[in-house]
């Protein structure tokens, strides 16, 4: 199917904006995505009309509003092909999902010696939580490293792992490389050795078809907000079996059967992981946003997004002084790049300048940066409204920028 992509930017009144006077060129998407419609209307129409606190309420409003929140749950189930809805938590995002398996998983599974298997490439969120862990458990963190092209060493995973290992955390897709790592494969080496696998799909949910039963994976987190969603509003899926198994992250009501000063019993799944209100808005406008991609279609999204790279990488490996950092065949939509010595920053703000928006800095994955000996990177991250004419004026912007400083 091809895309109809007017159809698709007149979804986002955002990018009808005027930045200095500059039509806005939004390529920071790998941070946040801009919302559709359909996913504010569902914002403003649940405030409007629908609006009561959930679960608890015999009155109508909130009857209709538990509903929505339950079958947004639903929605998600559908959306990443989970067998059951009960193993979809909604969280604030991916960092908390992360810090949820961290701190439940790690205290009930984690042993003083053992050991959690992450990659050169995580984000910090999928780095700092297991070292609050190690503040509880003397666990130790082990790295898969990656090459000079930003391709993880698949073949050392497996003399990373040994008997010690309790979990391999993952990131699917690299937000400061672009790399799309084999999660497949990684599943089915660890799964070899009964360890459990938690990916971070922040970078490939909003991106790819994603179906957790396909791959076996155990716990799968990722966040509304670059899927077009609203900020605030998270999953974390887990299989039923582990999600029986660990503890509650957070205590408050919701999560409970029966409290009493001396004893208190928990909620069934999913609520056990859910204490307090939930963002019952967030996970309706979220459902929004997830029906407006699958009505498009996720491979017809992967499909467009990866000729915008081949198209992006091309035009900029033209010019004069550009490195690309991150050069794994297999990529998805963003390229980190520096120019001769511009710094990034610099760079970045130029381009402001010329209303085009990026991204500059080590982009919440410090030890990538290190990898290449570099502070940062300018990174342009697509999405599905953005065309081939906007990296056109990226391309010049850039080349604009670099004469600058060449003088
Ligand atoms: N993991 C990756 C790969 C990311 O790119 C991000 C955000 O940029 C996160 C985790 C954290 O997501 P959030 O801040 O929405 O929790």
Known sequence: MAIDIQKIRSDFPILERKIYNKPLVYFDNAATTQ???????????????CNA?????????????TEAHENARKTVQNFIGAKNS??????????????????????????????????????HSNIVPWQLLQQIKDIKLRVIPFDEKGVLQIDQLEKLINKKTKLIAVTHVSNALGTVNPIEKIIKIAHSQDIPVLVDGAQSAPHTPINVQDLDVDFYAFSGHKVYGPTGIGVLYGKEKWLEKIPPYQGGGEMIQNVSFEKTTFNELPFKFEAGT????????????????SEIGMQNIADYEHELLRYATDKLTQIDGLRIIGESPQKSGLISFLVGQIHPYDMGTILDKLGIAVRTG???????????????TIRASFAIYNTKEEIDILASGIERAAKMFRK
């Open 35 to 49: 919302k559709p419609q359909c996913v504010v209307n569902t914002i403003v129409n649940n405030y409007y009309n």
């Open 53 to 65: 606190n959930i679960h608890r309420g015999v009155h109508f409003l909130s009857q209709q509003s």
């Open 86 to 123: 009960n193993e979809i938590i909604f969280t604030r995002g991916t960092t908390e999902a992360i810090n949820l398996v961290a701190h439940s998983f790690g205290i009930s599974q984690c042993n003083d010696g053992d050991e959690i298997i992450v990659t050169q490439m995580e984000h």
């Open 278 to 293: 939930p963002d019952y808005i967030g996970s309706t406008a979220l459902a929004a946003a997830l029906n407006y991609v």
């Open 362 to 376: 080590h982009h919440c994955a410090e030890p990538v940066m290190k990898a290449f000996n570099i502070d940062g």
